[in-house]
């Protein structure tokens, strides 16, 4: 569901094709997975080799993908327009979680390194709260508990449970 949203929003953007449009969201996805968000506005537009000159395309704004906002230093910022579209950008098109769900060991690896952000931990979070990847990793993953695929509140331990299952 969110990825047919965010695609009929790609689609209206306008000047940038929706292939574009994915490959940035993706691109600004990765970014905020390591650094966190919101991200700086001139980080945005170097993520994306823009010039501060030609700005964020103002149809990421008016196509509700993403929104401008202010960090604690008054600084100008673009994080995206929903945290759930953030957290499926970050699991799913940037990071491809869903095709690490063949064992709690691949998972694990897959998701370690973002856990240092809160935009990681959402994103985890939202991850193990979707009941498509965890009954998808119940499957491949017989010895993992099923208390932790859906302890999604306690998303780091239930990486850590994930590591020591090593089904």
């Given at each position: 569901?969110i990825?047919?949203?965010?695609?009929?929003?790609?689609?209206?953007v306008?000047r940038i094709t929706?292939?574009?449009?994915?490959?940035?969201?993706?691109?600004?996805?990765?970014?905020?997975?390591t650094t966190?968000?919101?991200?700086?506005?001139q980080?945005?537009?170097?993520?994306?080799r823009l010039?501060s000159?030609?700005g964020?395309?103002?149809?990421l704004y008016d196509a509700?993908?993403l929104?401008?906002c202010?960090?604690?230093?008054?600084?100008?910022c673009?994080?995206?327009?929903y945290?759930?579209?953030?957290?499926?950008?970050?699991?799913?098109?940037?990071l491809g979680?869903?095709t690490?769900?063949?064992?709690a060991?691949?998972?694990v690896?897959?998701?370690e390194p973002?856990?240092?952000?809160?935009v990681g931990?959402?994103a985890?979070?939202w991850f193990f709260?979707?009941?498509q990847?965890?009954s998808q990793l119940?499957?491949?993953?017989?010895?993992?508990?099923?208390l932790y695929?859906?302890?999604?509140s306690?998303p780091?331990?239930a990486?850590?449970t994930?590591?020591?299952?090593?089904?």
């Amino acid at each position: 569901m969110i990825r047919e949203s965010l695609e009929r929003k790609a689609s209206r953007v306008g000047r940038i094709t929706p292939s574009a449009v994915q490959t940035m969201l993706i691109q600004l996805a990765r970014s905020m997975a390591t650094t966190g968000a919101p991200l700086p506005r001139q980080a945005a537009l170097e993520t994306w080799r823009l010039s501060s000159a030609i700005g964020v395309p103002t149809g990421l704004y008016d196509a509700a993908l993403l929104a401008e906002c202010v960090d604690e230093n008054q600084s100008r910022c673009v994080d995206f327009y929903y945290g759930r579209e953030r957290n499926y950008a970050v699991a799913c098109l940037a990071l491809g979680w869903p095709t690490h769900l063949r064992s709690a060991t691949d998972l694990v690896a897959a998701a370690e390194p973002v856990l240092q952000t809160d935009v990681g931990v959402d994103a985890v979070r939202w991850f193990f709260r979707q009941p498509q990847y965890i009954s998808q990793l119940e499957r491949h993953c017989e010895g993992l508990p099923r208390l932790y695929c859906t302890a999604a509140s306690k998303p780091v331990r239930a990486v850590a449970t994930l590591q020591a299952e090593r089904c």
